[in-house]
């Protein structure tokens, strides 16, 4: 089973940028999509972004759209995403999710109920 390993976030100004990893391990995650959530403190998990399997699809929520970037390295069996001109609202703590099977496929599920396998999870704050 494959197993996540979140790095990247932390504190931030706004206007600045970070950027998040995710590292599979266990197996190889080329044939998954993959995708970022964010949850802030009490409120549900928030869809930002996904990517398919081979990378040629990618998907956003209209709130980092422009400013978000997604991308994956299946050689490295590594997921990131960019993240520009941050914003106080981008603070939250981030997850990267793998759904197998989709392999082929240019969808990217965007709810996390279709992702099996979740990271730590990492912090990104940003202050004003």
């Known amino acids: 089973q494959v197993q996540l390993v979140q790095s990247g976030g932390g504190l931030v100004q706004a206007g600045g940028s970070l950027r998040l990893s995710c590292a599979a391990s266990g197996r190889t995650f080329s044939s998954d999509a993959v995708a970022w959530f964010r949850q802030a403190p009490g409120k549900e998990h928030e869809f930002v972004s996904a990517v398919n399997w081979s990378g040629g699809r990618t998907y956003y929520a209209d709130s980092v759209k422009g400013r978000f970037t997604i991308s994956r390295d299946n050689a490295e069996s590594t997921v990131y995403l960019q993240m520009n001109n941050l914003k106080s609202e981008d603070t939250a703590v981030y997850y990267c999710?793998?759904?197998?099977?989709?392999?082929?496929?240019?969808?990217?599920?965007?709810?996390?109920?279709?992702?099996?396998?979740w990271g730590q999870g990492t912090q990104v704050t940003v202050s004003l």
């Open positions: 999710a793998a759904a197998p099977g989709y392999s082929g496929n240019y969808v990217a599920p965007r709810t996390p109920q279709e992702y099996n396998t």
